[in-house]
């Protein structure tokens, strides 16, 4: 902040208006100060533009008309008229302080050269509008060169401006160029940040704006903005941005960039206004992105990054009952990037009916996948989802564009919030083109069990089984590329352990296959033995019960490992071995040497009880022959020699008393 000039008064560059600022009533002033080696009407025309003030220091007398000095905020210093002997002495004189100044170069020589020139100054005139309203005697009696023109100006901003819309009293201390981002930031998007919260504290009060406990703000009814809308309406709901910035600026007093601040605080507490913006603008967004379009909306004043000089950008705030054009191209820009390339209303219409009926083809095929993809999942569609299709359903079915731009203002808030969806309906639509791909992975995926002690492919199908829902794939950013990829991962590592698997499980197989026929034909036998009833109660009941079930699912795979096909289905089709299936070896050989335990044991029981029929009434040759076979425990030819008439033979022998 430059409160005051930077130069002494005489050292201001002849005819070259130099900027500097004041403050008055804790606003800072820009304005200026010209050296002019004599007098120009146009020096004397009424300010426009950024400066609040001018000073005109005259080399030379000269009459000024009063009547050429048109605005109270403009100030001429007129040097005394001289002689020419005097004026040839002020020139040895001044020449003298050259040379001393340059020679020493020591504080006499400023101070001596100070007192000269305020003896000059003092001798001479200050007319303003008003006429001799100001006292050079007491203007020019500050102990420093450089206050005397910030004197003058406070003078003058004093009786221009002895009231301001805001009660700038309030304010702790001036309001500076960098305390308005941070008060733009608190009153437009929330006092987030400790900066922001101190500004709004420090001068909301002032501006009329009441800061809450939560960091709102409440812009209502602040005196300034309500003066604001009741010019705009006495204007017709239309007002220049030129116009604007003049009446708020030189007609009451309020520096540019605090009229840019309250102008966009205006905007976003008025839901129907609207601010054109010049098609070369160069406002920014907060994040440093170029800020989109030519029209500021209530919605979009929080995404900006504060510009103070909001008049060189915008053209004129209007009272927008009916959303304009620039509105509904700002909204709908992302939709169709053609709109911002015409300035045609009529070809920027039928651009965006166009790109409706568009969006109403991509939501609906978006929908249409999401339903099959939900149905095939066994899930129901996403709420989320479902409201976003909703509601761009809503948008891309509107009967006109204005009522389109309606809808969507309603519903997504704000341009960014449709660019939002419109994203979100691109993830949508991907998953939606995927439908078959997921749903076949997770079918397959579903039928490949992994067992708990292959840990890295259990958990790898576990993150596989959680990624491939519904749900999931539409609550987060969906990438086919990245999806294809983990599934094709899982299925080479799933198809390797299963191919493995697959030939170990039937190698132990085939090497239990003589156990198990020998264990079937001893299961005979003993179904057999277990028909005589002087022999006791029968045996291995329960293993002769589990053996045909058991052998019947034990049979060889005699599908070789080069013709699996484990890409259309994550088991083997002929024995539909999963990866989980373990071959129970040592129960099986187990149940083998229970009913093998169980006909020897019958066995031996039918041996004795023969033998003693024998000694009592002797015995034919197939009598002899079978008690030879049970005493050497021979199972295979005792199974083997228990044939239907043998049996019968027995049965017959066994009853005969």
């Known amino acids: 902040m430059t409160s005051r000039p930077p130069l002494r008064p005489w050292e201001l560059p002849p005819g070259e208006p130099v900027p500097f600022s004041v403050p008055h009533r804790n606003l800072l002033y820009p304005g200026e100060a010209v050296l002019s080696p004599g007098w120009q009407p146009a020096l004397g025309l009424p300010l426009a533009g950024e400066a609040f003030f001018r000073i005109v220091l005259l080399q030379s007398y000269a009459v000024v008309p009063q009547e050429q000095v048109q605005d109270s905020r403009i100030a001429v210093w007129v040097p005394p008229r001289r002689r020419a002997t005097s004026d040839a002495q ?46 050079p005697t007491l203007v020019f009696q500050g102990p420093s060169p450089e206050g005397w023109l910030a004197a003058i100006a406070e003078a003058l901003l004093s009786w221009t401006y002895p009231r301001t819309p805001v009660e700038s009293n309030l304010f702790p201390r001036p309001l500076a160029p960098e305390d308005l981002r941070p008060l733009f930031q608190a009153l437009a998007r929330g006092a987030g940040t400790p900066e922001a919260r101190a500004s709004a504290e420090a001068f909301g009060a002032g501006l009329g704006l009441v800061l809450g406990a939560s960091g709102d703000v409440s812009l209502v009814d602040a005196p300034v903005l309500e003066l604001l809308r009741t010019e705009l309406a006495r204007r017709g709901g239309d007002w220049p941005a030129e116009e604007l910035f003049a009446w708020m600026g030189h007609v009451h007093g309020l520096p540019h960039p605090l009229v840019s601040l309250l102008l966009l605080l205006l905007l976003s507490a008025s839901p129907e206004m609207e601010l054109r913006l010049r098609p070369s603008h160069h406002l920014l967004r907060a994040d440093g992105r170029p800020y989109q379009g030519v029209a500021l909306l209530p919605e979009t004043v929080a995404v900006l990054d504060f510009s103070p000089h909001l008049h060189r950008e915008a053209l004129g705030l209007r009272q927008a009952t009916v959303p304009s054009w620039q509105a509904a191209v700002l909204y709908f820009s992302p939709l169709a990037p053609a709109l911002t390339e015409t300035d045609a209303e009529e070809q920027a219409r039928a651009t965006l009916t166009s790109a409706l009926a568009h969006l109403s083809e991509e939501v609906h095929t978006a929908e249409e996948g999401l339903r099959r993809l939900a149905q095939a999942l066994g899930e129901p569609m996403p709420s989320e989802a479902a409201v976003l299709l909703e509601g761009l359903g809503q948008v891309a079915s509107a009967r006109s564009p204005g009522l389109a731009l309606q809808r969507t203002r309603r519903l997504f808030g704000s341009p960014d919030g449709l660019a939002r969806a419109l994203a979100r309906l691109d993830d949508l639509k991907n998953i939606a083109a995927m439908a078959d791909i997921v749903a076949g992975a997770a079918r397959y995926i579903r039928a490949a069990p992994v067992p708990q002690d292959m840990s890295a492919l259990n958990l790898s199908r576990q993150l596989m089984t959680s990624a491939l829902t519904l749900s999931e794939l539409a609550s987060a950013a969906f990438s086919p590329q990245a999806l294809e990829m983990q599934v094709a991962r899982f299925r080479a590592d799933y198809q390797q352990a299963y191919l493995q698997h697959h030939a170990q499980y039937h190698r132990e197989l085939a090497a239990l296959q003589p156990l198990l026929r020998q264990a079937q034909l001893h299961a005979q036998g003993l179904e057999r033995m277990n028909t005589l009833g002087h022999l006791g109660g029968p045996l291995g009941a329960e293993a002769l019960g589990i053996l045909p079930r058991l052998a ?66 002797g015995a034919d040759q197939r009598m002899e022959r079978l008690i030879q076979v049970l005493q050497v425990s021979d199972l295979p030819a005792m199974t083997s020699a228990l044939n239907d008439d043998l049996l019968h033979f027995i049965q017959e022998v066994l009853r005969t008393p």
Do not use: F
Request: a neutral charge; one cysteine or more; charged letters at 25%.
């Open 552 to 617: 019947l699912g034990l049979s060889p795979c005699r599908v070789p490992a080069s013709r699996l096909d484990l890409e259309t289905s994550p088991v083997c089709s002929s024995c539909h071995l999963t990866l989980e299936q373990q071959l129970a070896t040592q129960e099986i050989r187990a149940l083998c040497s229970r009913i093998e335990a169980a006909l020897a044991e019958k066995g031996r029981a039918l041996s004795q009880l023969l033998a003693a029929r024998i000694l009592s009434s």
């Open 90 to 135: 002020a020139a040895r004189e001044e020449r003298v302080l050259r040379e001393l100044r340059a020679r020493y170069a020591v504080g006499e020589a400023h101070q001596a050269e100070d007192e000269t020139h305020r003896q000059l100054y003092t001798s001479g005139t200050l007319l303003t509008r008003t006429g001799g309203a100001l006292s």
